[in-house]
């Protein structure tokens, strides 16, 4: 199985702020690697997937980037709607795996 | 609009069973790959099935953590994905969302879940 590790597991930081979110899976995946935003009770929400494809209607201010084994979440200026936990995926080979998430909460 | 709503989930005893349900709109849902994903409480997302469209074999393929037990289908004239639970464990107690896609893709969008809590 891929084992999915993410960085920081959680982060304090103002509207404004730019902020990083770092993936690594345990062997290379390429680029099947999708990023989510999930706020608690809600569905979760596809932000990039391919590693560096926004998806449509998610705002410019989200990228990703990387291939391989490392992969970067970027929000680059947070909005108060963006305080919530996100979730890196790989979707190379079954069993499909999940990072364990960075919550990301106003400091 | 693309929609996904999940239904069935309850309160369970261990060993019981429960079906859930996906229904759609929206989008030409035989085309799809359909999947089914679980948040344990204080937990992480995890995936536990998914059922590649008519066009790829309509193959299930399933977490180890549910092979044996769950079982994935799909209703393409109704719209319908669903997820049997069967020999349910506490472990099992989690919401549960459906969305589109399998390996090699994505997944948007999700439904908003359905809870299942499988306690004595």
């Known amino acids: 199985d891929i084992q999915m590790t993410q960085s920081p597991s959680s982060l304090s930081a103002s509207v404004g702020d730019r902020v990083t979110i770092t993936c690594r899976a345990s062997q290379s995946i390429s680029s099947y690697l999708n990023w989510y935003q999930h706020k608690s009770g809600k569905a979760p929400k596809l932000l990039i997937y391919?590693?560096?494809t926004l998806q449509s209607g998610v705002p410019s201010r989200f990228g990703g980037s990387g291939s391989g084994t490392d992969f970067t979440l970027t929000i680059y200026s947070l909005e108060p709607e963006d305080f919530a936990t996100y979730y890196c995926?790989?979707?190379?080979?079954?069993?499909?795996?999940f990072g364990p998430g960075t919550k990301v909460d106003i400091k | 609009e693309e929609q996904l709503v999940e239904s069935g989930g309850g309160l369970v005893q261990p060993g019981r069973s429960l079906r859930l349900s996906c229904a759609t709109s929206?989008?030409?849902?035989?085309?799809?790959?359909m999947s089914w994903f679980r948040q344990a409480p204080g937990k992480g997302l995890e995936w536990v099935a998914f059922i590649r469209s008519k066009e790829f074999g309509g193959t299930p393929e399933y977490a180890a953590s549910v092979k044996g037990r769950f079982t994935i289908s799909r209703d393409d004239s109704k719209r319908i994905a669903f997820l049997q639970m069967n020999s349910l464990k506490t472990e099992d107690t989690a919401l549960y969302y459906c969305?589109?896609?399998?390996?090699?893709?994505?997944?948007?969008?999700w439904g908003q879940g359905t809870l299942v809590t499988v306690s004595s």
């Open positions: 995926q790989q979707s190379y080979s079954t069993p499909l795996t």
């Open positions: 969305s589109t896609g399998e390996v090699t893709n994505w997944f948007d969008p």
């Open positions: 391919a590693a560096s």
């Open positions: 929206g989008f030409t849902f035989g085309d799809y790959a």
